[in-house]
């Protein structure tokens, strides 16, 4: 049985891990190698003055001396290096009084740490040491004249390719009546399209189908620049990134700055690519003997002759190169290829986890399956790291230590929930019109109006015109009477 100390221990853990991943997302920004001191300096009091969801919930600001912290770890350690340390917890301090200490010294700046120290205790009873509450003021930069703020959007263009891919998704043709989209990545520096594809849904799933052959292709990129939809704040494009230390960035909301490159290229697949694409309805496809899947592979396959043979070898208006010119000169001039990932880490960082609690019976459940783990993980939070088109294999790791496959033990589902298949759903099959239980009633009614035998109406009016019993139904009556006296007297 696992005490409750080492259970604790497990919970630290998980939390730890992602608080990594909270601190490795928040600090991204100002990770870009060719920033300036000045220019990182703006980046981190940008982030600093901004209001952040913690990664346990709830609204938080971090100070710059934590953030320049975190930077210098991730730097010298990678991304190990953010997860903070499992040491056993203490008192702190509660978090409503420092944050109302904080909202006394905004509301009067002229008030001193000892001055709020006595409000506090004049109102809630308890106050913190000055000195602590002079270390906050000065975390929070409430001690000084206020610095001003101008919004940063970074620099115009990458100085090298892969140094940043910006990706996004665009709303393409109807195929079959269904709806498709385009997910792309673009090399900030030469505008190569690294990664596409057309899906017939605006989901993870296809996200990585675009650019999980980019890495395999054209390399790792130092940072990726995405939007703020559902597929580029998945988690699993967090851990991606993490593993192959990619520096992932969200845009803000409602900011298009940034991404004017990628709204360009999509500019033009609209105008010189999509514009010859015809939306298809289901019955135009029967008509062409095209299966959905089969009509979304003849697009891809359309859309990458098109990319390879017509956008990759016209000068760009800004750049005055092709895209695959520019991308293989700043190559030559770095004297190097891109950075490739070996097969192992692409294969790392591609799979999904989810983490789970070994039951007494030393089984694990993973979206309706059951599977079967070593004994002596019962009890335990384990990482179970898995393919979402395959819930068949799936890895068992604790401690950051594998435990090899689990066995199936029951098996309902064989993908995962968001690993829907690029097929629509079958259409329903026309209707014939036919109303069996109509048809049923109908005859009812006709056999009622024919068969005068099952008509109760009519013999409550032969009940009228005769109400005095026959002479055959008198003599069963007497003879019912007989059999009854008889029955009694036994």
């Known amino acids: 049985m ?8 497990v919970t630290r853990r998980a939390r730890a891990q992602q608080v990594a991943l909270f601190r490795y997302q928040l600090i991204c920004p100002a990770l870009e190698a060719g920033l300036s001191t000045k220019a990182r300096g703006r980046v981190v009091r940008a982030i600093a003055a901004g209001v952040h969801q913690g990664p346990f919930g709830g609204q938080h600001r971090y100070s710059r001396d934590s953030l320049d912290r975190w930077i210098r770890r991730y730097r010298v350690g ?4 953010l997860t903070p340390s499992l040491r056993q ?4 301090i509660d978090t409503g009084v420092l944050e109302l200490a904080v909202a006394l ?73 269904r709806k498709t989209y385009l997910f792309a990545f673009l090399d900030d520096h030469s505008r190569l399209a690294v990664g596409y594809r057309f899906g017939f849904a605006e ?64 500019r033009g697949v609209r105008d010189q690519f999509l514009v010859e694409v015809a939306d298809t309805s289901a019955a135009e496809l029967t008509e062409q003997q095209l299966t959905p899947a089969a009509a979304l592979l003849e697009l891809n396959g359309h859309f990458t002759a098109w990319i390879e043979s017509v956008y990759h070898h016209r000068v760009h208006s800004e750049t005055g190169q092709t895209p695959l010119a520019r991308w293989n000169d700043g190559f030559d001039r770095l004297g190097h290829g891109p950075i ?52 068949e294999v799936i890895e068992v790791r604790h401690d950051d230590r594998s435990y090899g496959h689990a066995v199936p033990y029951r098996i309902t589902r064989h993908t995962h929930p ?18 069996y239980l109509q048809l049923v009633a109908d ?3 006709q056999q009622v109006a024919v068969d005068d035998r099952i008509g109760f109406d009519a013999l409550y009016s032969r009940a009228e015109h005769n109400p005095q019993p026959s002479p055959e139904q008198s003599s069963l009556a007497e003879r019912t009477d007989d059999e009854h006296s008889q029955q009694v007297g036994r």
């Open 2 to 9: 696992v005490s409750t100390h080492e259970q604790d221990g």
């Open 78 to 81: 990678g991304f190990d290096a």
């Open 89 to 92: 917890p203490g008192t702190r």
């Open 105 to 177: 010294k905004r509301e009067n700046p002229d008030r001193t740490a000892a001055q709020v120290a006595r409000i506090l205790r004049a109102s809630s009873g308890y106050s913190p040491s000055e000195s602590t509450l002079l270390r906050l003021f000065h975390r929070r930069e409430l001690m000084g004249p206020a610095t001003g703020g101008g919004v940063v959007f970074g620099r115009f263009e990458a100085e090298t390719p892969n140094e940043r891919w910006v990706g996004d998704a665009l709303h393409g043709p109807r195929i079959g009546g």
């Open 203 to 266: 989901d993870t799933v296809r996200l990585a189908a675009a650019l999980e052959p980019a890495l395999a292709s054209r390399g790792v990129p130092a940072a990726a620049y995405v939007d703020n939809g559902s597929a580029f704040v998945d988690s699993w494009l967090l851990r991606a990134c993490a593993k192959l230390g990619i520096r992932l960035v969200h845009s803000t909301p409602h900011r298009p700055q940034g991404r004017g490159k990628i709204e360009r290229f999509f």
């Open 340 to 391: 490739m990932a070996s097969a192992q880490a692409l294969t790392e960082a591609i799979l999904w986890s989810a983490q789970r609690t070994v039951t007494k019976t030393a089984t694990v459940s993973l979206h309706g399956n059951t599977y079967q783990v070593e004994a002596a993980l019962a009890g335990r939070k384990v990482e179970l790291v898995f393919s979402p088109f395959n819930l």
């Open 418 to 435: 968001k690993a829907r298949p690029e097929t629509p759903e079958p259409t329903p099959a026309p209707t014939t019109g036919i109303a």
């Open 443 to 445: 005859a009812h009614h």
